[in-house]
Antibody, heavy 124, light 108 residues
Framework: EVQLVQSGAEVKKPGESLRISCKGS????????ISWLRQMPGKGLEWMGR????????NYNPSFQGHITISADKSISTAYLQWSSLKASDTAMYYC?????????????????WGQGTLVTVSS | EIVLTQSPGTLSLSPGERATLSCRAS???????LAWYQQKPGQAPRLLIY???NRATGIPDRFSGSWSGTDFTLTISRLEPEDFAVYYC?????????FGQGTKLEIK
């Protein structure tokens, strides 16, 4: 069974750093790109960026560029989303999801499957 | 970026009825690169439809997708109790990929 399993909920203070993870199983991790998506409390979904686990090539949504870093370690089939300085407005559920097909030149970027989500709460 | 506007915001129907959900794009979506997702409370979204009209693996055939120009439609032919949820459309024709704001399908 293809699965993405995310790390557990986090409670942090503004200004702290954080890295959350997403581990793939049931498929060859380097065959599919991974995306991260945000869902703020009671709100809709936002695409944050994507990574090719083969060589860690990344693309970011301009709305998130500079505030987050997406990385991957293909040796352990895991992708990461990290912040160097959290803000209260980063409080949200974060999902990783597998992209159907991506290359440097084209993407069929529907998301399936999704991880179960990681709730990040940032509060002083 | 492409803005997707879903309507209605909330749809109140009874089991057995037909549901029609709309998603309008602010500009043309390349090659009908549009997907639909279902999200239940406390769960991650689940892919229903990709390529505007292709059902994902394991999705019942009461779910169907169609489009005309920049207007996309998700139809649930006969509502089952488990279909009451929030539905999102998403375009992947151009980056950044964007989602509609969602339609909540609730039991009448």
């Amino acid at each position: 069974e293809v699965q993405l399993v995310q790390s557990g909920a986090e409670v942090k203070k503004p200004g702290e750093s954080l890295r959350i993870s997403c581990k793939g199983s049931g498929y060859t991790f380097t065959t599919y790109w991974i995306s991260w998506l945000r869902q703020m409390p009671g709100k809709g979904l936002e695409w944050m960026g994507r990574i090719d686990p083969t060589d860690s090539y990344t693309n970011y949504n301009p709305s998130f560029q500079g505030h987050i870093t997406i990385s991957a370690d293909k040796s352990i089939s895991t992708a990461y989303l990290q912040w160097s300085s959290l803000k209260a407005s980063d409080t949200a559920m974060y999902y990783c999801a597998r992209i159907r097909y991506c290359s440097r030149t084209s993407c069929y970027a529907w998301f399936d499957p999704w991880g179960q989500g990681t709730l990040v709460t940032v509060s002083s | 970026e492409i803005v997707l506007t879903q309507s209605p915001g909330t749809l109140s129907l009874s089991p057995g009825e037909r549901a029609t959900l709309s998603c309008r794009a602010s500009q043309s979506v390349s090659s009908s690169y549009l997907a639909w997702y279902q999200q239940k409370p406390g769960q991650a979204p689940r892919l229903l439809i990709y390529g505007a009209s292709n059902r994902a693996t394991g999705i019942p055939d009461r779910f169907s997708g169609s489009w005309s120009g920049t207007d996309f439609t998700l139809t649930i032919s006969r509502l089952e109790p488990e279909d009451f949820a929030v539905y999102y459309c998403q375009q992947y024709g151009s980056s950044p990929y964007t989602f509609g704001q969602g339609t909540k399908l609730e039991i009448k």
